[in-house]
């Protein structure tokens, strides 16, 4: 067996790759308009309430990507739709559990903190999250159902959103008006998720069986997607007693990171759902597509990042004005985690494909110790480079110990 014969279909990395360049647009106004438009304080606010509801939306939903890929794509058409539904149903109740938790604690504290955070503050962010939580669920839905463009589109579509509104909002409400715009955005991804999703399960019969295993696999990659998000998303909380402007400096460096990052994740996951198809008559072949994707990726990332590294402050001076050129020590750090990003989505990758959903839960467990240690050190002295640094310490811990606990069982 070839290894064309589990290649990425070429219509699937087209639509990839326009989905990054729309994302990467939207991207570029939130971490460039919006920053100059709300000032460093304001920013601050808003990134720790963009970080709080985006980590747990996104740490509620992160293993489902690999989930729904690896459940559905190896199904025929008839039988699909069915366990698509059956699926979807379950991690949903699952999920919403999560969030309603969630949701508690935060009114808990919101009341214990009244003078540092409102009400409506408390509420817009949780409203974001459970609306960011229903939209990745039906994004990933979409993914395993070979719907790639409702997949592609979710994020340019959200972040747009959120720039655009939180221009029109922040000089007539000020904070919660950007914090509003959170909300808005999460629910125009839900409502691209399901206009995707219902046309092909209208028709879907309940009461399909789970394939065996599939639970449980969904629960280690949740486990282990909510400790990654201490990783990613860790840095601008962490820089909570440090002042309003390192949270700031710190959430741009971290921003910039996680856009490459999550873009080199997604280019990889577009990949997944041919190479389970693969897996079963070609282990090799498949694994060798997810390995050159990752090689093709930090081909062009890894130069991409030692050039913006060596030009981060007179970049972010210009672009969002000398109150963020205090951010370029962390930024420069933030890419050198945004380089490791090839090899932390590989390895996850493969423990995906191999079903190996235990060795992403110990490579992410390692990596959220370890920013957290670093962090720790570092923070109080250093500020939002301290913060980064513990970012980049995460990433690399959680793709070592990952590839570690692949070779350990191989």
Same mark, same amino acid.
């Given at each position: 067996?070839?290894?064309?014969?589990?290649?990425?279909?070429?219509?699937?990395?087209?639509?990839?790759?326009?989905?990054?360049?729309?994302?990467?647009?939207?991207?570029?106004?939130?971490?460039?308009?919006?920053?100059?438009?709300?000032?460093?304080?304001?920013?601050?606010?808003?990134?720790?309430?963009?970080?709080? &509801?985006?980590?747990?939306?996104?740490?509620?939903?992160?293993?489902?990507?690999?989930?729904? @890929?690896?459940?559905?794509?190896?199904?025929?058409?008839?039988?699909? *739709?069915?366990?698509?539904?059956?699926?979807? %149903?379950? /991690?949903?109740?699952?999920?919403? %559990?999560?969030?309603?938790?969630? &949701?508690?604690?935060?009114?808990?504290?919101?009341?214990?903190?009244?003078?540092?955070?409102?009400?409506?503050?408390?509420?817009?962010?949780?409203?974001?999250?459970? %609306?960011?939580?229903?939209?990745?669920?039906?994004?990933?839905?979409?993914?395993?159902?070979?719907?790639?463009?409702?997949?592609?589109?979710?994020?340019?579509?959200?972040?747009?959103?959120?720039?655009?509104?939180?221009?029109?909002?922040?000089?007539?409400?000020?904070?919660?008006?950007?914090?509003? =715009?959170?909300?808005?955005?999460?629910?125009?991804?839900? +409502?691209?998720?399901?206009?995707?999703?219902?046309?092909?399960?209208?028709?879907?019969?309940?009461?399909?069986?789970?394939?065996?295993? +599939?639970?449980?696999?969904?629960?280690?990659?949740?486990?282990?997607?909510?400790?990654?998000?201490?990783?990613?998303? $860790?840095?601008?909380?962490?820089?909570?007693?440090?002042?309003? /402007?390192?949270?700031?400096?710190?959430?741009?460096?971290?921003?910039?990171?996680?856009?490459?990052?999550?873009?080199?994740?997604?280019?990889?996951? /577009?990949?997944?759902?041919?190479?389970? *198809?693969?897996? @079963?008559?070609?282990?090799?072949?498949?694994?060798?597509?997810?390995?050159?994707?990752?090689?093709?990726? &930090? =081909?062009?990332?890894?130069?991409?990042?030692?050039?913006?590294?060596?030009?981060?402050?007179?970049?972010?001076?210009? =672009?969002?004005?000398? $109150?963020?050129?205090?951010?370029?020590?962390?930024?420069?750090?933030?890419?050198?985690?945004?380089?490791?990003?090839?090899?932390?989505?590989?390895?996850?990758?493969?423990?995906?494909?191999?079903?190996?959903?235990?060795?992403?839960?110990?490579?992410?467990?390692?990596?959220?110790?370890?920013?957290?240690?670093?962090?720790?050190?570092?923070?109080?002295?250093?500020?939002? =480079?301290?913060?980064?640094?513990?970012? %980049?310490?995460?990433?690399?811990?959680?793709?070592?110990?990952?590839?570690?606990?692949?070779?350990?069982?191989?």
């Amino acid at each position: 067996m070839t290894d064309r014969a589990v290649a990425v279909p070429r219509r699937a990395l087209a639509g990839s790759a326009a989905g990054k360049a729309l994302e990467a647009l939207t991207l570029a106004g939130l971490v460039l308009l919006v920053p100059r438009a709300l000032g460093p304080a304001d920013y601050g606010g808003f990134a720790v309430a963009l970080a709080v &509801a985006t980590g747990i939306a996104t740490a509620t939903g992160i293993g489902g990507p690999a989930l729904f @890929a690896r459940v559905l794509a190896s199904l025929d058409a008839s039988g699909r *739709r069915d366990v698509a539904r059956a699926l979807a %149903l379950r /991690v949903g109740r699952t999920r919403l %559990l999560l969030l309603i938790a969630l &949701a508690a604690a935060a009114a808990v504290a919101g009341l214990l903190a009244p003078g540092d955070v409102g009400a409506l503050q408390v509420a817009l962010v949780a409203a974001a999250a459970l %609306l960011g939580a229903a939209a990745s669920l039906l994004s990933q839905l979409a993914l395993g159902l070979d719907r790639t463009a409702a997949w592609n589109l979710r994020y340019p579509l959200e972040n747009g959103v959120i720039v655009a509104t939180a221009l029109l909002l922040y000089p007539a409400i000020g904070l919660d008006g950007a914090l509003a =715009a959170i909300a808005l955005g999460a629910a125009a991804a839900l +409502a691209l998720g399901i206009a995707s999703t219902w046309p092909a399960l209208r028709d879907a019969h309940g009461g399909a069986a789970l394939p065996a295993g +599939a639970l449980r696999f969904g629960r280690l990659q949740a486990a282990g997607g909510a400790l990654t998000q201490t990783i990613h998303r $860790g840095a601008a909380p962490a820089c909570a007693g440090a002042g309003a /402007v390192a949270i700031g400096h710190a959430a741009i460096a971290a921003g910039a990171a996680l856009a490459i990052t999550y873009a080199v994740l997604q280019t990889l996951l /577009v990949a997944l759902p041919g190479a389970v *198809r693969a897996d @079963a008559h070609d282990r090799a072949g498949a694994e060798a597509v997810l390995r050159r994707t990752a090689a093709l990726c &930090a =081909a062009v990332l890894v130069p991409v990042c030692a050039l913006v590294a060596l030009a981060a402050e007179p970049l972010l001076a210009a =672009a969002l004005g000398e $109150g963020f050129r205090g951010a370029a020590d962390a930024l420069r750090i933030a890419l050198a985690a945004a380089a490791l990003a090839p090899l932390w989505a590989l390895a996850n990758q493969l423990a995906a494909l191999r079903n190996r959903p235990g060795a992403s839960l110990a490579g992410a467990a390692a990596g959220a110790v370890t920013f957290t240690l670093i962090a720790l050190v570092t923070v109080p002295s250093h500020g939002a =480079a301290g913060a980064a640094s513990a970012m %980049l310490a995460g990433v690399a811990a959680a793709t070592a110990a990952t590839f570690a606990a692949l070779r350990a069982r191989a």
